[in-house]
């Protein structure tokens, strides 16, 4: 998978590229990830990258002309091996969720935009962009953090990038769900101790168990993803074996 990164600041991606998970994925070469700065397509000898906005009003854009080539650029070395979509990381774009983040993992190259300033011209947005993305409903000071988090999200879902194959399908986020408590050595803790049932070594318990707490957390803390699933017979009965002991 080859993904380019139109960006001013490409050094700031070696936050993913560097490191963790991520950083594997592309150094196994899961994915290739390619910069383009607009500041390499400027033809002034100042390098103007941005410009004033019509209508005035405070701030500016990015200029037009080098983005544009940077752009061109990116989409020839992302659409050399078939189709490219391009994403724009924008307050205005379709909110990230894994489920779309699983389908950028499987649409083939892509072409991230990172816009500065007060953004892009909107004639490039009709022109190149496929998908507008927001990570959230508020405002970052550009683009490169927001198509961080696409890149990580997507990378770790390309098949061996998690050493244990189901781990990313046991993200309980890909179940709809929030995940479950962790717990990890000393089994007594400051007087606390670590759930029996994860000592036993039942490994059927264990799921179980690590299933409900994931219903029993989604239900109390986002009841508006639980509302969004139809949850299978053994979902239903563990989470109602809960609520029947709530005073509810
Ligand atoms: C003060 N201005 C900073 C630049 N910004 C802007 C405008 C257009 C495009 C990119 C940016 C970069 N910022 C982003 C980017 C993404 C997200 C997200 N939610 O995904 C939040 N912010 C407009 C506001």
Known sequence: ????VVSLFPEMFSAITE???SGRAVKKGLAEVQFWNPRDFTQDKHQTVDDRPYGGGPGMLMMVQPLEDAILAAKAWAGTEGDCQVVYLSPQGKPLQQGLAQGL???????????????????LIERYVDIEI?????????????AMVVIDSLLRLLPGALGHVDSAQQDSFSEGL???????????????RVPEVLLSGNHQRIRQWRLQQALIRTWQRRPDLLDKLSLSEEQQTL????LNTQQV
């Open 134 to 146: 927001s990570i959230g409903d508020y405002v970052i000071s550009g683009g490169e953090l927001a």
């Open 178 to 192: 929030l995940d479950c408590p962790h717990y990890t050595r000393p089994e007594e803790y400051q007087g606390q």
């Open 1 to 4: 998978m080859r993904i380019a």
């Open 105 to 123: 993992a499987n649409s083939g190259n892509l072409v991230l935009i990172c816009g500065r300033y007060e953004g892009v011209d909107e004639r």
């Open 19 to 21: 490191y963790g998970v």
């Open 239 to 242: 989470l109602s074996q809960y």
